[in-house]
């Protein structure tokens, strides 16, 4: 049983910076890919970021490119989004996901969700 469980989260002014992390847990994730997501009220998820767990190959969204860095360490479990520079448009509840198979933004094709953490940024 996958278990992917957030954390890092909070209240942030603009301009400040938050690293939030994800531990994995239940699966051996060579193969895995892990992505971060996000929601804001009254929006659909969208993809933030991706790593791949084997691969140092990273992947952003335009929206945060040159802001987040998603980085892993593997011996932890851990998988770890820092958000630098974060504006209010930032606001949502953050989720980490996984997946088999290659690389991809599509929010359907990831299989395991955490429960996701709130990050608010304040203007």
């Known amino acids: 049983q996958v278990q992917l469980v957030e954390s890092g989260g909070g209240l942030v002014q603009a301009g400040g910076s938050l690293r939030l992390s994800c531990a994995a847990s239940?699966?051996?994730?060579?193969?895995?890919?892990m992505g971060w997501f996000r929601q804001a009220p009254g929006k659909g998820r969208e993809f933030v970021a991706a790593?791949?767990?084997?691969?140092?190959?990273?992947y952003y969204a335009d929206s945060v490119k040159g802001r987040c860095t998603i980085s892993r360490d593997n011996a932890k479990n851990m998988v770890y989004l820092q958000m630098n520079s974060l504006k209010p448009e930032d606001t949502a509840v953050y989720y980490c996901a996984a997946r088999t198979g290659p690389y991809t933004a599509y929010v359907g094709s990831y299989n395991y969700w955490g429960q996701g953490t709130q990050v608010t940024v304040s203007s």
């Open positions: 790593i791949k767990w084997s691969t140092p190959n990273t």
């Open positions: 239940g699966r051996t994730f060579s193969s895995y890919v």
